[in-house]
């Protein structure tokens, strides 16, 4: 009996959360894909169009859009523009940039940047006008997009606040958000 109630809450939970099957089909290798991650033979790999380092792992993969981690401040301002709110923390400040789009609600960019260098990527909305994306990832792609992208996740949780849920993937420095299991939000972050 209790093997059967864990089976059923299982079954619900996963539906709960949006995901009713994590079965799919990886993508595989395509030689034009540079600088993204991708799932092949397992797991998650970082295709680069530089000679493998080291000291910079997969650091060339981590970047949303034009938006790339260790760039200063002054070179995503030259991006973006200036930033439209400034939230100040202990040791870093977030900055917001919003974004183009024909929805309701506007798209955004949050920055963290700890010495003026960036140390965190997030991409948040449910569209943009722009082609912005994450290894081939938008805001919007529906959930087996992410799946057949990056394969599945390492953990999966409930985010209340916006009604859907959390995809991690450790131990790389991605997450990604679902609400309605579409692309709500991705963020990538500087270990």
């Given at each position: 009996?209790?093997?059967?109630?864990?089976?059923?809450?299982?079954?619900?939970?996963?539906?709960?959360s949006?995901?009713?099957t994590?079965?799919?089909?990886?993508?595989?290798?395509?030689?034009?894909?540079?600088?993204?991650?991708?799932y092949?033979?397992?797991?998650?790999?970082?295709?680069s169009?530089?000679?493998?380092?080291?000291?910079?792992?997969?650091?060339?993969?981590?970047?949303?859009?034009?938006?790339?981690?260790?760039?200063?401040?002054?070179?995503?301002?030259?991006?973006?523009?200036?930033?439209?709110?400034?939230?100040?923390?202990?040791?870093?400040?977030?900055?917001?940039?919003?974004?183009?789009?024909?929805?309701?609600?506007?798209?955004?960019?949050?920055?963290?940047?700890?010495?003026?260098?960036?140390?965190?990527?997030?991409l948040?909305?449910?569209s943009?006008?722009?082609?912005?994306?994450?290894?081939?990832?938008?805001?919007?792609?529906?959930?087996?997009?992410?799946l057949?992208?990056?394969?599945?996740?390492?953990?999966?949780?409930?985010?209340?606040?916006?009604?859907?849920v959390e995809?991690?993937?450790?131990?790389?420095?991605?997450?990604?958000?679902?609400?309605?299991?579409k692309?709500?939000?991705?963020?990538?972050?500087?270990?």
């Amino acid at each position: 009996m209790k093997l059967k109630i864990l089976f059923i809450t299982l079954v619900v939970s996963i539906t709960a959360s949006g995901q009713d099957t994590l079965q799919f089909t990886p993508r595989g290798f395509d030689s034009t894909i540079k600088n993204e991650f991708r799932y092949l033979g397992g797991s998650i790999a970082s295709i680069s169009d530089k000679t493998s380092d080291v000291e910079q792992g997969y650091l060339n993969c981590l970047y949303i859009g034009k938006i790339k981690m260790r760039m200063d401040l002054n070179q995503v301002d030259s991006i973006l523009g200036k930033s439209d709110k400034v939230f100040n923390q202990n040791d870093s400040q977030t900055h917001v940039y919003f974004l183009p789009t024909t929805e309701k609600y506007y798209p955004y960019y949050a920055i963290t940047f700890k010495n003026n260098i960036v140390n965190s990527i997030q991409l948040t909305g449910l569209s943009t006008s722009e082609n912005i994306s994450f290894s081939s990832i938008k805001l919007g792609d529906h959930y087996k997009t992410v799946l057949e992208i990056l394969g599945k996740p390492s953990n999966i949780k409930n985010i209340e606040d916006i009604k859907g849920v959390e995809w991690t993937y450790f131990p790389f420095p991605i997450s990604i958000e679902f609400v309605n299991r579409k692309v709500y939000s991705i963020k990538i972050y500087d270990k």
